[in-house]
């Protein structure tokens, strides 16, 4: 297992300066969407392709030699690949805009950030055949598309889950309740996901539970619901006895028993269980937020044809399904579940259980323009999320 993504405890200054809010400057729809250019045709590689990617995603036989996807790749295609991991979402976005980069694996909370700024193109999916055999529930979504068009290739997800030591958290949780009562008798020993996104499980949760506050969509908040769930944040703040975001961190937490309770990955649950510690992982019933990443292209890459054939190749069946095992997250391609070497992985990750997914509200980055649909009200955008997060965490 290599290791995962870290996410800042707090949003550079610079980083949330770059976020738009999802209006104004000169575009090609209502939506604000700078004008970029789609790939028509593909042509001959250019010899090499740049990519900005989260560790473990781009794996060349050098951290384990039996887990490679990169070599024949370059054999075959003649394109050299040149990798830089990026160690958070905020980190991907600044690289992607030096214009150096080819191709990026964003998540939900980077690419909306990415097509608003003008910094990816539209894709063509005409020139990626394996996009076909992409989950549909993955394809034209609110985090990879805009009006109608797509910014993006579907590569893995995952659901944050709750996590509890089952020998100590009795009566089992059933409810994000559990995170958020005040009189908890494991005060001191929650945990909650480091991030400004982690905003929207409060959100989540008061849309379940308070239906007056109107919370349809946990990415779009007005005032009154953002101010809602920061208050309701607040309140839990007692109870947190650590914010995780180095994922092997929250595992050795859960194992020694500092952490008893709180937001998780399947991914921890799987290593912290093969390490005999007793602890399991549900999507509660107010369901999850959770994640699902996205090969863009930049729409400045200077190796465009080489960038669309990594994106077709990185998403193929075999590649996809050696990723996905790799890192830990149910796969995109349909067709790679058959092409994993643990036969169960594929159930263990409900890569093929569209049911699981319903009530899953993946990572997107919030815009003045409601993401929910709403023409009559303004929407809290990321950049004041991130405040909101930071005033928190130092208060």
Known sequence: ??????????????????????????????????????????????????????????????????????????KSTGCKVNVKNGATSDDMVALMKTGEYDVVSASGDASLRLIYGGDVAPVNTKLIPNYADIFDNLKMQPWNSVDGVAYGVPHGRGANLLAYRTDIVKPAPTSWGAVFDVNSPYKGKITAYDSPIYIA???????????????????????????????????????????????L?????????????????????????????????????????????????????????????????????AANAGVAEWFGEAPSNAKSCDL???????????????????????????????????????????AEWVKAWSSLRNA
């Open 1 to 74: 297992m290599h290791k995962k993504r870290l996410f800042s405890v707090i949003a550079a200054t610079s980083a949330a300066a770059l976020i738009l809010s999802g209006c104004g400057g000169s575009s090609s729809s209502s939506s604000g969407v700078p004008k970029v250019d789609m790939m028509k045709s593909l042509g001959k590689g250019e010899g090499q392709v740049n990519i900005v990617a989260w560790a473990g995603y781009v794996e060349n036989g050098s951290t384990d030699p039996k887990v490679d996807w990169v070599t024949d790749f370059e």
């Open 201 to 247: 499980d409060a959100a989540l949760y008061l849309m379940k539970t308070k239906p007056e506050l109107g919370i349809k969509y946990p990415y779009a908040l007005d005032q009154k619901q953002f101010d809602a769930s920061v208050e309701l944040l607040k309140a839990q703040k007692p109870l947190i006895g650590e914010y995780w975001g180095d994922y």
């Open 340 to 382: 994993t070497a643990d036969k169960n992985h594929c159930a263990t990750f409900h890569a093929s259980d569209d049911a699981y997914w319903k009530d899953v509200y993946y990572w997107n980055t919030p815009t003045e323009k409601c993401l929910d649909g709403r023409k009559d009200a303004k929407c809290i955008p990321y």
């Open 249 to 317: 961190k929250h595992v050795a937490s859960l194992k020694s028993g500092a952490t008893v309770l709180g937001t998780t990955w399947q991914v921890n649950i799987n290593l912290a269980q093969g390490e005999k510690t007793k602890v399991e992982g549900i999507k509660p019933s107010e369901g999850s937020t959770g994640w699902s990443d996205t090969w863009m292209i930049s729409s400045k890459a200077k190796h465009p044809n080489c960038a669309y054939q990594w994106m077709n190749h990185i998403v193929s069946p």
